[in-house]
Each structure stands twice: as structure tokens, then as C-alpha cells.
């Protein structure tokens, strides 16, 4: 047991090194004053002031930033309202050919998504851009929220709501406060997820975005077709960071749930 435990920790520190040794490469030489991507001369800033004095670059970063935040609100709103829907259903062959509509979302391939969603945006006559950005965002978002927040609603005991309701609760009263309280962690769990989604989407965005509309996915892309910058390390090593605190956020904000949920549980 003790060889297959080392063995385990082993592979699962291999993996590790493989996922995360080209981005630390990456950020390495974000500082390289050489200006290559290898043989590094010395340590320098420039790069990374290049990307803070791109006007052009922070109103893209701000859209990134606006579309993430709005989708992942958004779908977090709709996901939880799907998830509920879901999980009132009461024949169990309906729920799960809705639970398979939206595992579909999921697993299908963003190429396909991304060329589905253009076809149709050119259909209506809506101009790709901002718009067409933030609802294909929406879309692909939303399955993940209803995936995150079902499993709290499921195992939530119907006995909570029988209670509220014997007390004189209304509905509004048992999904403001039973429901939507103890699925918390789900909903934040959704959101977080939704959110970095959208900001690491390239492929659906690629097909959606219009002349005078960018995201961060689709210029690191285009600066990379157009050669070797180290302007593209520090950005993508700022991305990094940025994604980083998100996940630590969620972390501490998931733990302070699950210590206030211990708390009410012993009271």
C-alpha cells in the first residue's frame, strides 16, 4: 500500500511539472532585458510596461473583463434558476433527458459552438461584437452553473422545505431563505467557474468577435501569429496571476461557507 501511495505522489508530482513547467518557463522570460525566449541577459521591467502603457491593450483587457463578469452573473442567475427547474422535475426520465440537453453544452467541442453561434448571429442580423461576444458566453456558461449548483440542491433534504412551509413560509420565503442559502457554495462555485471560462474562451470567441471588438484569448493570438514578443509572456503571466487570485478568492470564500454552515449546524 505504502509503494502504491509513493508511486501515486510520484506520478501526481510528474503531472504537475508537465502542466505547470511551460508557463513558469513562460513568466521566467517575461523578464529577460535580451528580448528572446532564450539565453537570458538580465532582468528588466520593460515588457510588462509595455503592457501597461498599450492604450489599446487596456480597452481590450477591460472588455475581457466586462464580458467575463457580466456572463458569469448572468449565467449564474439563469443556471440557478435551470437547476432548480431541474430539480423539481418529477418524472425522472424527463430530468435526465434535460440533464442530457445540458451535458451536451458541455462536452461538445467549442469549435463547433463557436461556428453554430456565428451562423446563427449572421441569421438574425446581429452584428458580431460586444453583444454577440457576451451571449455566446452566456450560453456556454450557463450547463456549468447548473452542473455546480444541482448537486447541492439534491442533496439538500426536502424535509427543510416541509418545515418553512409548516411554519407559514411562502415560496418566496423558502427560496430566499432555505434554498438559495444552502446552495451558496454552489452558486459561488458556479460563478468562479463561469467566470474563468470566459476569460480563458478563445475558440467560440475566435468565431463571434467583429472588427473593432477583442478579447485577451484572440489578441495573445494575434500577436503570436505576428512573432516572438515579450510582451505576450508578461501579459500571459499577469492572466496567470490574475486567474490565480480568483481560484485562492474562491478557496477562502468556499472555506468561510463551510465553517458558517459548521457553526449554524452545532447552534
Known amino acids: 500500500m505504502r509503494k502504491n501511495g509513493k508511486l501515486a505522489n510520484v506520478y501526481l508530482a510528474a503531472v504537475f511539472i508537465i502542466l505547470y513547467a511551460p508557463i513558469f518557463y513562460l513568466m521566467y522570460y517575461s523578464f529577460n532585458s535580451g528580448g528572446t525566449m532564450h539565453d537570458f541577459k538580465g532582468f528588466t521591467w520593460e515588457w510588462y510596461k509595455e503592457v501597461f502603457h498599450d492604450t489599446r ?18 449565467s449564474t442567475i439563469l443556471g440557478v434558476i435551470g437547476a432548480i427547474a431541474i430539480a423539481n422535475v418529477k418524472k425522472n426520465q424527463t430530468k435526465n433527458t434535460l440533464l442530457s440537453f445540458n451535458n451536451v453544452l458541455i462536452v461538445s467541442p467549442d469549435v463547433i459552438i463557436g461556428a453554430s453561434f456565428l451562423i446563427l448571429f449572421t441569421m438574425i442580423g446581429l452584428k458580431l461584437g460586444f453583444m454577440s461576444v457576451l451571449l455566446s458566453h452566456i450560453a456556454f456558461s450557463v450547463p ?10 439534491q442533496e439538500m433534504s426536502t424535509s427543510l422545505i416541509d418545515a418553512a412551509k409548516d411554519l407559514g413560509a411562502s ?15 454552489g452558486i459561488f462555485a ?9 476569460l480563458d474562451d478563445f475558440a467560440v470567441t475566435f468565431f463571434v468577435t467583429g472588427n473593432g471588438f477583442s478579447t485577451l484569448s484572440v489578441e495573445i493570438y494575434s500577436m503570436a501569429r505576428q512573432g516572438i514578443s515579450l510582451t505576450i ?17 474562491y478557496y477562502f470564500i468556499n472555506q468561510r461557507n463551510m465553517k458558517a454552515g459548521r457553526m449554524g449546524v452545532r447552534k
Request: charged share 5%; hydrophobic share 70%.
Open 57 to 74: 491593450l487596456f480597452i481590450i483587457v477591460l472588455n475581457t473583463l466586462i464580458i467575463a463578469l457580466l456572463s458569469a452573473a448572468i
Open 144 to 153: 456549468i452553473v447548473v452542473i455546480m449548483v444541482l448537486p447541492k440542491l
Open 171 to 185: 415560496r418566496w420565503d423558502v427560496l430566499s431563505k432555505v434554498i438559495l442559502p444552502y446552495i451558496t457554495p
Open 190 to 198: 458556479g460563478f468562479f467557474m463561469a467566470l474563468t471560462y470566459s
Open 233 to 249: 509572456n508578461a501579459l500571459s503571466t499577469l492572466i496567470f496571476l490574475f486567474t490565480m487570485i480568483l481560484v485562492v478568492g
